[in-house]
């Protein structure tokens, strides 16, 4: 049998991980409408700046001056990570806010040029800065060309028991995704997030309505790939290494499969998409481990099943597991309602009603229609 | 009566096509006025440089006094200008709560860093809501609320497109063709209800129609486009008797 524990150990930190990049996604497609097909630029970036930020803060407060990809940095890094655990967690903290503020510096910067075009233009362009931003860091010598940095310090390295410091990182990234979510499910059932809507629905009805809508765009896409960021710091920190390579434009895809397959425009359901995609590929790694003589690795099986639960959601449930629902800032408590809730309630009462007295009729022996 | 919008001199190219020439007009306050002309004769193109999607090439727009040309689309709706399009535009997928409740400019939940704080903007929006209710229910639409404006009837769209301004503050409402695809009646029935927004809330109107039947019946003045030139212009007896309306619809000899 395999063991849970050791399974959720190896799940949840990449589930925190997609989960954060999936509700980042469907705040700009899901809501605001903008089809960004570039996530992974703004999760690389994250990813890189971590890496780059936590290893010259550790090397040079130590002394050591060796380039940070350089062999005898990451030997040096081996022996230094676990000295002091109060640098460990203020680099964690520092490097976690940076990858914030640059991610979302360059989706911000990203939004100049394609905010005025349609929505196509703005997904290609996007694509193509995502392609870009690879292939620049395979050549971009300070942060180690095509071999990425290796020896990022992780920040409970000074934990000796792994158990414990995998549930520390766990419990932080846990931490990190709820709070995500508490924050895009408030500014998504606010007057905001019912501007957000109208922009994905109509742009111009939208401006003639005198919304700013190149400035929200502006700001969504600063805030969803500043967090994106920050997952892909989480990333970086959770494997210690980082390579150009990790960041090729199927990352986002998956992203875009999860937002596709949970819900469009509900927070509950990209985190849905996320735990569904995440188990499926942990499932089929156990899988390629206890199955060695297998005809087809189920890794590639992993990717079919992919396109064919699109297929069938697009299909079936266009709309995602769980559909989007109304803005609720209880602007329709107005109408005396107290929402959905108060109507099912009632109407479970009407229909007991209906029952018993379908039986009462039944027991004085009166038929009913 | 003082005008609210004046139009001077506007021209508006687009490459070989001269689609607005030396387009000068005034919409007065507090009235309706139409704006009529065939097929192609820059109607839509006027409303759309008075509301700041194109910019003329020459000439100006006065709202209120002050001068507008150049303005972006939301600043001119800040400024209290409306408009509905052609074919109607409400937020599909949104419900007609949503859709009216988008409409005051300048809540205070609209922003990034207030909208999390709910304490901040809550009393706005219930207020908002209370003031959508009672609309609604002026229309005696008020049991749709929470429909979504895609399964609207069109005559309720309509409804819902031409009061949406009231809601934002607007003076001056743009509407292009507002009885474009429903039946005659409801045509007629949604005039009288532009008729009765007018008398109720002080508003001014500014419509373009193809109907111009109906437009005739409730317009005060009316402008006639020609090949993005100002054909002729008067109160709607006036208008239909000249030769020059008449042969730029039939077509002259």
Known sequence: ???????????????????????????????????????????????????????????????????????????????????????????????????????????????????????????????????????????????????????????????????????????????????????????????????????????????????????????????????????????????????????????????????????????????????????????????????????????????????????????YKPKGILEEGPVKTKAWKIFGENGRGQARVMAAILKAGKYLKSALYWLIGRETK | MDSILEVKNVSKRFGGVEALRDVSLEVKRGSITGLIGPNGSGKSTLFNVITGFYKPDSGSIFFEGKRIDGLNPNEIYDMGIARTFQTPRLFGSLTTLENMMLSPKGQRGESLLRAPFRKMWINEELQIA????????????????????????????????????????????LLDEPTAGVHYAVGRSLFEHIAYLRKTYNLTFFIIEHRIDLLFDYVDYVYVLHLGRLLSQGTPDEVALDPKVIEAYIGGA
């Open chain 1, 1 to 315: 049998m395999l063991d849970i524990l050791s399974f959720l150990s190896s799940w949840l930190p990449i589930f925190c991980i997609y989960a954060i990049l999936a509700l980042c996604l469907n705040m700009e497609v899901g809501y605001a409408g903008m089809a960004n097909f570039g996530l992974v630029a703004f999760y690389g970036i994250g990813a890189f700046v971590a890496g780059y930020t936590s290893m010259t803060v550790f090397l040079s407060f130590y002394g050591y001056d060796y380039p940070i990809y350089s062999l005898e940095a990451i030997i040096a890094m081996g022996k230094i990570a676990e000295k002091t655990p109060w640098l460990n967690v203020s680099v964690f903290i520092l490097s976690l806010a940076l990858a914030f503020l640059i991610s979302g510096l360059a989706g911000y910067l990203v939004s100049f040029p394609t905010l005025r075009v349609g929505p196509a233009f703005l997904g290609i362009t996007i694509l193509s800065f995502g392609e870009m931003f690879r292939v620049f860091m395979k050549h971009f010598q300070p942060t180690g060309g095509s071999y990425g940095l290796l020896g990022i310090p992780h920040p409970f390295a000074w934990v000796s028991d792994p158990l414990t410091k995998n549930t520390l990182f766990i419990v932080i990234s846990l931490a990190i995704l709820i709070s995500v979510f508490v924050y895009f499910e408030l500014l998504a059932n606010s007057p905001y997030g019912r501007v957000l809507k109208s922009i994905r629905e109509d742009e111009v009805a939208s401006l003639c309505l005198g919304k700013h809508v190149p400035r929200i765009k502006a700001e969504i896409l600063f805030v969803a790939s500043g967090i994106s960021g920050v997952a892909g710091a989480l990333y970086a920190f959770y494997l210690g290494s980082v390579t150009p390579d990790m960041f090729v434009t199927a990352v986002t895809f998956e992203v875009w499969s999860m937002v596709i397959l949970g819900g469009r425009g509900n927070n509950l359901g990209a985190i849905l998409g996320a735990s569904i995609f995440t188990l499926l590929s942990r499932a089929t790694s156990i899988l390629s481990f206890v199955f060695l003589d297998l005809l087809i690795d189920p890794n590639y099986i992993r990717w079919m099943i992919t396109g064919v639960l699109i297929v069938v959601t697009l299909m």
């Open chain 2, 130 to 173: 209370n003031e959508v209710g009672a609309l609604l229910k002026e229309f005696d639409m008020d049991g749709l609320y929470k429909m979504a404006a895609s399964d609207l009837s069109g005559g309720h769209v309509k409804i819902v497109e031409t009061s949406k301004g009231i809601l934002g503050r607007a003076k001056l409402i």
